[in-house]
């Protein structure tokens, strides 16, 4: 493992990044468009964290987490990962990352470009947002979110454009 470690460093991330933005856009995209459902490419935003190499740099820059007053902060820097991916392979098509602090749904936006035509993307409910969910449907044809509602969410209902579809 150890071999790998310092080939990757030796090479640096311009390629790996390179790499990673080829194969996701090309195998994520084409499975997804394999798994089609009522005609649109399915895909997924998550998020999630991550433990990072502990250094002075890593910390300054990606940032710990509280783990509350009996642990004090976590034992390695820790950093925000947020992907899209296909639903059913899990492939991931995008990805993007950076300090904790910042919140999912920061990076979930960076995302939208990656999200092809003709697809429903499932997104978590703290997403349930205007200026999360319009950039979805604005840049792109025929690209659409899901969701759950939280319990607590209330809607208004503005008038009736059909059975069972309201605005």
Known sequence: SSALTQARARLGSEPMEWLFLRTGEEWANRSADRDRWKGLALYAVDGTTMRVADSVENREHFGS????????ISGYP???????MAVRSHLLAAATFG???????VYARSLWQSLPDQSLVLVDRHHLQSDVLIPIMTNGKERHWLSRAKSSTSFRHIRKLGAGDDL
């Open 99 to 105: 300090p904790i602090t910042i919140d999912e749904r």
């Open 65 to 72: 987490q509280n783990v509350g007053e009996l642990h004090g």
């Open 78 to 84: 820790l950093m925000r990962v947020v992907v899209l």
